[in-house]
């Protein structure tokens, strides 16, 4: 069982209001990420960091941010959430044993904007 | 363009039997195969992974198999069980960026009936 947590899991909210996702993780994995997914589709990606003060914008087009201060933390803000937000969001970190990448996922946060 | 195909889309199986799982890819270059097992609600498990050298992996009643070559991969569930409906998420990843970029799958939704 993988130590990645994200809170909320379910959130229903209206049009226009700032939320923020937490995600956090107890191992000490320096690469973190955060995924979008419709139901039937693919994860894809849309932040991800390699480190402490480290983010960058992954392939999918968001208008959310993030940011890094912590190893264990990283939180993705939503600044006036829209209908068309309405989604799953993923959070992920990894670690290298040598093999390429594992990622490990938290349990996700089922959002539904009004 | 690099894609991850998977098939079928949707599989309704009955307790106790055996199912199989397919993904074609055309990532390249190419590192690792994985694939990731998602309950309902819940974030991806990894359940295997695999790279070049690799043709065949198990984990329990999950064996996954690998076909560079011809850029195919299966997983193939033996002795089926209730709790293996979820789906099942084929990802590649090349080593063409420092991230080592994961292209995911759309999944096979497996459902098995008692």
């Known amino acids: 069982e993988a130590d990645i947590y994200q809170t909320p899991r379910y959130l229903v909210i209206g049009t226009g209001k700032k939320i923020t996702l937490e995600c956090s993780q107890t191992?000490?994995?320096?690469?973190m990420y955060w995924y979008q997914q419709d139901p039937g589709m693919e994860l894809h990606l849309i932040h991800y960091?390699?480190?402490?003060?480290?983010?960058e914008k992954g392939d999918l087009s968001s208008e959310s941010t993030v940011s890094r201060i912590r190893t264990e933390h990283f939180p993705l803000t939503l600044e006036s959430a829209r209908p068309s937000h309405t989604s799953q969001y993923l959070c992920?970190?990894?670690?290298?044993?040598?093999?390429?990448?594992?990622?490990?996922f938290g349990p996700g946060t089922r959002l539904l904007v009004l | 363009k690099n894609q991850v195909e998977q098939s079928p889309q949707s599989l309704i199986i009955l307790e106790g039997k055996n199912c199989t799982l397919q993904?074609?890819?055309?990532?390249?270059?190419?590192?690792?195969l994985r694939w990731y097992k998602q309950d309902t609600g819940r974030g991806p498990v990894s359940l295997t992974i695999?790279?070049?050298?690799?043709n065949t992996k198990s984990n329990g009643r999950y064996t996954a198999t690998l076909d560079a070559d011809t850029k195919q991969s299966s997983l193939h569930i033996t002795a089926s069980q209730l709790s293996d409906s979820a789906s099942y998420i084929c990802?590649?990843?090349?080593?063409?960026?420092?991230?080592?970029?994961?292209?995911f799958g759309r999944g096979t939704q497996l459902t098995v009936w008692p």
């Open positions: 992920a970190s990894s670690e290298d044993r040598g093999r390429g990448e594992t990622q490990y």
């Open positions: 191992m000490g994995h320096d690469k």
């Open positions: 960091s390699y480190g402490v003060n480290s983010t």
């Open positions: 993904c074609n890819y055309t990532v390249s270059p190419f590192s690792n």
């Open positions: 695999m790279t070049f050298s690799e």
């Open positions: 990802v590649v990843s090349d080593r063409g960026s420092t991230l080592g970029r994961l292209y």
